[in-house]
């Protein structure tokens, strides 16, 4: 482990040598991810993508791409778009990107089942905002508004998703 790396453990998550609080998902920590588990995947996860509200926020580094009405996530195992970003209109199940809620204002996306997804394996573990203090993600990893936004500038290309 790196200190660039994004450690999640028992006492929160680790980054540049400061500790953060964090949530997973409803269903803990799990070595065999399925969709709709509710379930944190165990490993070492890959920031492949960072996305952001401009609308609600700057851009919190040069590589992060704006989130536009009508991004969606397919969430639908069955379809070949599984574990994608998609536009509306899409007539699978997916999730919308763009929420009434700050939830995914800033959004970290993992290589979890990506970019050649398994069916049933899981859909979409990102890094984002949490709901409020210690409430669960459906799989995710969630931190504060402004933990998040201190982390998401000094986040790198080698930066990795820890999950012990």
Known sequence: MKPQDL???????????RRFACTVGRGGITDDKREGDGAT???THTIVGMLYRPDRMARPTDWAVPIRPGDLWSDDPRHEDYN???????PH???SLRRAD???DLILITNWNWPYAKRDKGSAIFVHQWRRPGYPTAGCVALSRSDLQWIAPRIGYSTRLIVL
């Open 102 to 104: 700050p939830m995914y």
């Open 93 to 95: 199940s997916a999730e």
């Open 7 to 17: 450690v999640v453990g028992p006492t929160g998550l680790r980054f540049m040598g």
């Open 84 to 90: 994608l970003m998609v536009r509306a209109p899409y």
């Open 41 to 43: 995947p165990r490993g």
